[in-house]
């Protein structure tokens, strides 16, 4: 079965500074991969996904992830975060297989952006 | 605007009764999910359904029920028999259960037991 491990449970950066929340996943096939980002006491919302094609993928906000095969990552950075981008960010997996697969979520990592 | 519907956001239960959380989807999506969420802990998948009048249980399904009965409609009973129900509950809904479908979140409910 597949597995995601979040490497942070919390992230505190300031304004205007880069941030890298980390990924790893375990899974012996083929996998699709997304980050979600939920803000305070709402649902999680889609920030980006891998299925295929460029192993870098960006999201509309300024976040982008690459797909690392080799190191089994699917790393979220953004070059400069805003105090709007606090929120928890989890990393999701699942099986890149035909038919119903189970969608894998980590423990989530908490991002502080003080000013 | 189309999206997802859970009510009600804040509910209080005593122990020993059984309390209902709505969920209510006008996406047309075939697929809807219960997910839990604990503090450091993730999300944790209670039920699945796939079609109307089908469900299948997910990894926490102990002290939890529901049904399917419109595809609009996922309603999820946290019973009695739940130990630790006090958690925020997360429901969802893609258009199919295919692993490279987004997966679409409601607002989310916190059940507290008093």
């Known amino acids: 079965a597949q597995s995601v491990t979040q490497l942070d449970s919390q992230v505190p950066v300031f304004e205007e500074a880069p941030v890298e929340l980390r990924c790893n996943y375990s899974?012996?096939?083929?996998?699709?991969l997304f980050w979600y980002v939920q803000y305070p006491n709402q649902g999680l919302q889609l920030l980006l996904k891998?299925?295929?094609?460029?192993?870098l993928v960006e999201s509309i906000n300024g976040f982008e992830a690459e797909f690392n095969k080799s190191q089994t990552s699917f790393h979220l950075r953004k070059p400069s975060v805003h105090i709007s981008d606090t929120a928890e960010y989890f990393c999701?997996?699942?099986?890149?297989?035909?038919?119903?697969?189970?969608?894998?979520f980590g423990k989530g990592t908490k991002l502080t952006v003080n000013p | 605007d189309g999206g997802i519907t859970q009510s009600p956001k804040y509910l209080f239960r005593k122990e020993g009764q059984n309390v209902t959380l709505s969920c209510e989807q006008n996406l047309n999506h075939d697929a809807m999910y219960w997910y839990r969420q604990d503090p450091g802990q993730g999300l944790r998948l209670i039920y699945y359904?796939?079609?109307?009048?089908?469900?299948q249980k997910g990894d926490i399904a102990e002290g939890y029920s529901v049904s399917r009965e419109k595809k609009e409609s996922f309603p999820l009973t946290v019973t009695s028999a739940q130990k630790n129900p006090t958690a925020f509950y997360l429901c969802?809904?893609?258009?199919?259960?295919?692993?490279?479908?987004?997966?679409?979140f409601g607002e989310g409910s916190w059940l507290t037991v008093v």
């Open positions: 359904s796939q079609i109307v009048n089908d469900f």
């Open positions: 891998y299925l295929s094609g460029s192993t």
């Open positions: 969802a809904s893609s258009l199919h259960r295919d692993s490279g479908n987004t997966i679409y």
């Open positions: 899974s012996s096939v083929s996998v699709y």
């Open positions: 999701a997996v699942s099986l890149a297989q035909g038919g119903s697969e189970k969608l894998v």
